[in-house]
């Protein structure tokens, strides 16, 4: 028996491909099915035997038609005219595959009934096989009464052939898998009320654990949460809907739905189906032998209406001595052959038509709709092809939510949130210490310029007070100071003392006039540079930075990295998983990145990359000039500066280097104001006190050789203009060095900052300690004590015992040198001109340094104020 494989149905039989998509069920080839029915002549379904007999003018109804003769299932008789001679022809047809009758003929199918069988022999030995047309007949019935009654077609079969499992239709298996994507759905719901919980518990972003690895946990959870609640949505988890199905079944999700609606509409389709073969079936045209004894009952009435009836006898006796009877045949009027259909019915391959005819016939009536038949209205082939398009539409409404896989919300890893964290929040700390450092500059610039306010009322009050310059001089008359008073104090050109020292103050508090080399204390106005290694996002939601080496680096959300370097060409791709690519990129040449954009290198040596969006993003590995371009053509530029060993933020070209900590910044400005602001100040004083006396007057910078000045040197000539990055106002670590402005009384009374550390400079006070200066001698010359000597030469020294004895190590070399420097003053100060005093006891106790010796301190003895941790460091001292 044979047995058709899956899907060998024909291409326009819509009957058998609709019959196989909704059941499983392997519809024969139609064209085929006759194959296996046909004679040796080719004759589909009969066989027969063409005999010459002899003629007869009259034929006998009842001989001729179906079923007239034994063993024969239809004969037919008719006459042919060649040349004038009349013959006759007996035609005899056996039907192949038609059932037989008890009496041994063959019989007609009846009402719902189905061939079956499969192969079989003829009584000549002719191979013939019923079982294909048994199956395209009775196959359909099996499949979808099985599909429709059992809900699936699991088992299904009819004359040999059978749903193969991999075909099987189990409308079960909707309602099974709707029942999987309810309980994803229900799943999401629930873990997303979880996961809602446990981030409300760990709190926001802006939590105090922010950017730990708390911070990392809290991310999972945020990420988990938003994920689960989107895949929710995405299944329509939570929605109304209405039971659907045989058996009733209630979905609880969008993909759940439309299983159910697909089902529904399988077993609407599949019922319409059912209707319409049962109608066929229900006909007497459902055997194709029927329509085999219609072709041959129209042959019959041809040859009853054009052929039989046109025949005449003629009977002759012969002589009277031996009388005979002879009768002839003739043809009248009306006499027709061949058949106008068939052709010669003489000719045995003729009656192949007849077969095929009658094959025809079956077809179309498969194929032609029936309007008056119930259920057949469309035929076979029409319910087919309605079916096949109404299920295909349904279908592709039920499938759209499959076509559509779920997507994931936020597919970043957890390293790319760790990288982004820290560096929004290092950038965060930048912006925050730049504009702290901003506001402490701008506070320190407010500051200096009331230093500034007071110094320059200090110095007034200094040039016109009591003790002041006019004393100095020797001058009662306040006028004598002014420009054009001829004293000749002013070497004739009228300059102002007090116009000169603004001058020359304001020049050591806003150096450059002009100058764009920053040479003095760093501007606070200026604003600071970007910070290095920065980053810019890139469209496709990647960074692009410059390394130290100035090669552009490209990171991807996944973590693949590309690196282009423009003083070689090549372009490195390092994927977070895999082997790193190297390859040259040449002028006008385009590469592919991991991400789907492209890079072009460009002839000015830019790079221009294209992302899917169609935005585009320039770099200028020379600049750091970065274009981004959005897809909407919006144009934001932005700068870059490659990554160094830097600190941040950078160093000013002077001494002043802008600190992270407002500690630090105010020990740093100390350490510089003492470096650049008392240096250039006595130096200033020094050139206009030149500039009144010539070169008799008592020098702030020398005191050595009698109080003269020392071939017109106006500097300090034992600054120490080194570095050092730490200590109390610019001196080494651990030493205490503090600005003095001079001790000792003279003419005047003031009272200076004393050389033992006792009264710093603080450049956010005014310069306190300049009454000191008084401490000078009338005539020029110079007073006792420290006066107007700063105890500088200590720090050209970097060993030991620097500062008086201040080293624990050295503190008795450091008391004997002091001892020694201060016989020096002493002996100086000695030859003081007229107004002076050798030990300047006029009007107040000395505070020199030199009135006691440092040669017995001892390490347990120290008692070191303001050292302590957390402590000011611009406030230490003894």
């Known amino acids: 028996m044979s047995t058709p494989t899956s899907q060998s149905y024909d291409a326009d039989d819509y009957w058998g491909q609709a019959v196989t998509k909704l059941t499983g069920y392997p519809m024969p080839s139609r064209k085929g099915l006759f194959t296996g029915l046909s004679s040796k002549e080719k004759s589909p379904l009969f066989r027969m035997s063409l005999d010459k007999i002899g003629v007869q003018s009259v034929v006998n109804a009842a001989t001729q038609g179906s079923l007239k003769s034994s063993g024969q299932d239809y004969d037919l008789y008719f006459y042919t005219n060649k040349n004038g001679r009349v013959e006759m022809y007996h035609a005899r047809l056996v039907f192949i595959g038609a059932f037989m009758s008890e009496n041994g003929r063959s019989r007609g199918l009846e009402a719902n009934e189905s ?176 329509f085999l004894i219609k072709v041959l009952d129209d042959i019959l009435a041809w040859l009853t209406a054009h052929n039989i009836p046109f025949i005449t006898a003629t009977t002759s006796t012969g002589n009277v001595i031996t009388p005979t009877t002879t009768t002839t045949y003739s043809t009248k009027d009306g006499f027709q052959e061949p058949h106008p259909k068939y052709g010669d019915l003489t000719d045995i391959q003729n009656w192949a038509k007849v077969g095929e005819e009658a094959v025809r016939q079956w077809n179309e009536f498969i194929e032609t709709p029936h309007p008056d038949i119930t259920g057949l209205e469309l035929g076979l082939n029409g319910t087919a092809q309605k079916v096949l398009s109404d299920l295909n539409n349904a279908w592709i409404d039920a499938t759209t939510p499959f076509e559509t896989p779920l997507t994931t919300k936020n597919t970043g890893s957890l390293t790319e949130f760790y990288t982004k964290e820290k560096t929004d929040k290092a950038k965060e700390d930048a912006d925050k210490s730049a504009k702290d450092l901003n506001t402490a500059l701008d506070n320190l610039n407010k500051g200096i310029g009331d230093m500034g306010n007071n110094v320059t009322q200090s110095l007034n009050d200094f040039g016109g007070g009591p003790g002041g310059l006019k004393d100095l001089f020797g001058n009662s008359d306040t006028n004598d100071l002014n420009p054009g008073s001829g004293n000749g104090l002013d070497g004739g050109t009228g300059k102002d003392l007090t116009s000169d020292l603004n001058k020359d103050l304001d020049s050591i508090l806003n150096p450059g006039n002009g100058d764009t080399t920053q040479t003095g204390p760093l501007n606070p106005m200026t604003p600071l540079p970007k910070p290095p290694g920065s980053s810019v996002l890139t469209p496709g939601g990647g960074t692009t930075s410059l390394d130290k080496n100035r090669n552009v680096v490209t990171t991807y959300p996944n973590g693949d990295r590309v690196t282009y370097d423009p003083k070689t060409g090549k372009y490195t791709v390092t994927p977070h998983q895999g082997k790193t690519t190297v390859q040259d990129l040449n002028p006008g040449q385009s590469v592919t990145n991991p991400d789907g954009s492209v890079t072009k290198l460009n002839k000015d ?89 010539g070169n008799s007057h008592t020098s702030l910078n020398n005191t050595s050789g009698g109080g003269q000045n020392r071939s017109g040197e106006g500097d300090y000539e034992d600054y120490d203009s080194t570095f050092h990055p730490g200590g109390t106002l610019g001196a080494p670590p651990g030493a205490t060095d503090t600005l003095t402005a001079g001790t000792g009384t003279g003419a005047g009374t003031g009272t200076g900052a004393s050389s033992d550390g006792s009264t710093p400079l603080n450049p956010m006070m005014p310069m306190g300690g300049m009454g000191g200066m008084g401490g000078m001698g009338a005539g020029g010359g110079q007073a006792g004590g420290s006066s107007g000597e700063r105890v500088r030469n200590v720090l050209t020294e970097n060993g030991p015992g620097t500062r008086g004895g201040t080293s624990r190590t050295g503190g008795r070399r450091g008391a004997d040198e002091e001892r020694s420097a201060r016989r020096a003053r002493t002996a100086t100060s000695s030859t003081a001109v007229a107004g002076g005093a050798a030990r300047g006891n006029q009007g107040g106790q000395a505070t020199g340094s030199g009135e006691r010796d440092r040669v017995h301190w001892v390490a347990e003895d120290e008692d070191v104020w303001g050292a302590e941790e957390g402590g000011t460091p611009t406030v230490i001292g003894r």
Do not use: C
Request: hydrophobic share 30%.
């Open 605 to 693: 040596g830019t790079l221009t990359t294209t992302f899917k969006d169609g935005s585009r993003q320039i770099v200028d590995p020379g600049t750091g000039k970065v274009t981004t371009i959005d897809k909407n053509g919006k144009e934001t530029v932005s700068d870059l500066n490659p990554r160094t060993e830097l600190d941040w933020p950078p160093r000013s070209k002077n001494h002043f280097t802008p600190p992270p900590t407002h500690q630090d910044l105010n020990h740093d400005l100390n350490r510089d104001l003492n470096n650049d602001l008392d240096r250039d100040l006595r130096s200033s004083l020094d050139r206009d006190l030149n500039s009144l006396g």
């Open 115 to 290: 061939l079956s069988g499969g192969k079989y022999k003829g009584k000549y030995g002719d191979d013939f096989d019923i079982g294909p047309l048994g199956q395209y007949m009775g196959g359909p019935g099996a499949a979808l009464g099985a599909l429709i009654g059992s809900k699936t077609t699991q088992g299904a079969s009819f004359n040999g052939a059978s749903v193969p499992d991999a075909n099987v239709v189990d409308l079960n298996s909707f309602q099974t898998t709707a029942q999987a994507f309810d309980r994803a759905a229900q799943f999401f719901v629930d873990q997303t009320e979880i996961l809602a919980g446990w981030e409300k518990s760990l709190g926001s972003e802006q939590s105090s654990w922010k950017g730990q690895a708390a911070g990392i946990f809290w991310q999972l959870i945020h990420q988990l949460h938003g994920n689960y609640d989107n895949y929710k949505e995405q299944l329509g988890a939570g929605g109304k809907f209405d039971a659907v199905g045989e058996p009733a079944f209630t979905p609880k999700s969008n993909h759940s739905q439309q299983l159910m609606a697909a089902q529904q509409t399988l077993l609407t389709q599949g019922k319409s189906l059912q209707t319409a073969w049962n109608a066929w079936m229900g006909r007497s045209e459902h055997d194709p032998h029927y």
